[in-house]
């Protein structure tokens, strides 16, 4: 006869069982890929480059994961400085069956640009098929490193990252998982936005090579733009960089509770996390101090329109002598305020809206508070008449 005791043991052996093969199957996993690595140093700015950037944000955003979300498996495709080819990062990501596939990345844009020294924001992007000649460079430039390997034209199956004609292939292609992808890169353009105080760019869709080759919902993330010696003080800071990686982790956790949801799985939602105060005292080098603006000065030239480019409508609430603090009873409560320089004066405005018709609503409540409130429109972050 079979005593209680071994009973009970057949219990806990069985729970351990299905704990082993069911409950870890069960477990999302998420796939962090910080770009470039060892010699391949990505963009490169005056202080700093792309490779460091990316893998320092890379490992705080892993961090806090692991703090806020236990029930999540974070997968690197490298935790320190070495190279991993495109082909090798997709091969990491398919081979963990990852749930996302988060590439983390820096922008640049040609030195010959007049707006080299200017231009800023983040954007997400997913794999995609819009044609677009700012888009399509920016996907031949994380798509160069595959000509670091040798006979890399074997691995890619012929594909040559600085050839058009190449990325045909894309357009051929479906992706499975696009709307996952597009869900996830709303959720974290936003918090970039939101958390971290980029310049919304917004989500676009480019053809990746390691976006291509992921078997699951992926994106990649564009922190902003190096060739900004004020954007690169911004991501070489240590508090750039912890609202950086707050920002994706909230729009990850946000992500996920959308999925979970979805899959009927009943999961905890994950904690959403206030962005990182600024360290005043810090210095990121000895002769630069770091401020950062939401929206720069306008520049001298007028600002040129790029292929897909939106104009940005935004309310215009405000004019001070000087910059105010961000809890300035001036602004009267208004919490999303940015703000650009004009002449001797700084002008505030709130939201950013694709739709002159969608500002006019948020033109409406803010005529509450400052009866003189009107819509202007940006582009690339400057004014435009």
Not at 148 to 173: A, C, V
Request: glycine share 6%; aromatic share 8%.
């Amino acid at each position: 006869m079979i005593s209680h005791i071994t009973i009970r043991r057949l219990i806990i052996a069985l729970c351990v069982t299905l704990t082993t093969f069911c409950g870890a199957e069960a477990k999302f996993t998420v796939v962090l890929d910080p770009g470039h690595g060892k010699e391949d140093h990505g963009a490169v700015g005056k202080i700093s480059s792309e490779k460091d950037i990316n893998l320092d944000v890379a490992l705080k955003v892993g961090e806090l994961i692991r703090k806020n979300m236990p029930d999540v498996k974070i997968v690197y495709t490298r935790d320190n400085d070495t190279f991993v080819t495109l082909q090798g990062r997709a091969d990491i990501a398919n081979k963990a069956k990852g749930d996302l596939f988060i590439s983390i990345h820096t922008n640049s844009v040609d030195k010959k640009s007049k707006n080299y020294l200017t231009v800023h924001g983040a954007s997400v992007y997913t794999l995609g098929f819009k044609r677009s000649s700012e888009n399509l460079s920016v996907a031949m430039r994380e798509n160069a490193v595959m000509k670091l390997e040798r006979d890399y034209s074997t691995t890619y199956e012929g594909f040559d990252p600085s050839s058009t004609e190449s990325y045909i292939i894309f357009e051929m292609s479906q992706n499975l998982h696009m709307d996952q992808s597009i869900e996830a890169a709303n959720e974290i353009q936003k918090e970039l936005v939101s958390t971290a105080g980029r310049y919304d760019r917004g989500v676009r869709q480019a053809n990746f090579w390691v976006l291509f080759k992921t078997s699951m919902p992926a994106i990649l993330v564009e922190l902003d733009f190096i060739c900004n010696p004020e954007m690169e003080r911004f991501m070489n800071s240590k508090s750039g960089r912890e609202k950086l990686a707050t920002a994706i982790y909230n729009g990850f956790a946000r992500y996920k509770s959308l999925a979970d949801k979805r899959a009927g799985i009943a999961s905890v939602p994950a904690k959403i996390l206030a962005a990182p105060k600024d360290n005043v005292n810090e210095k990121v080098s000895e002769k630069q101090t770091l401020e950062v603006v939401p929206v720069d000065p306008p520049a001298k030239e007028p600002a040129t329109e790029c292929d897909d480019t939106p104009i940005i409508y935004k309310v215009q609430f405000y004019t001070s002598g000087s910059k105010l603090p961000a809890n300035s009873p001036k602004l009267k409560g208004i919490s999303d305020a940015e703000f650009y320089r004009d002449g001797g004066g700084v002008k505030y405005t709130t939201g950013n809206f694709l739709t002159e018709q969608d500002a006019k609503k948020r033109l409406a409540e803010v005529r509450k508070k400052f009866p003189d409130a009107f819509i202007i429109k940006t582009l690339g972050g400057k004014r435009i008449k």
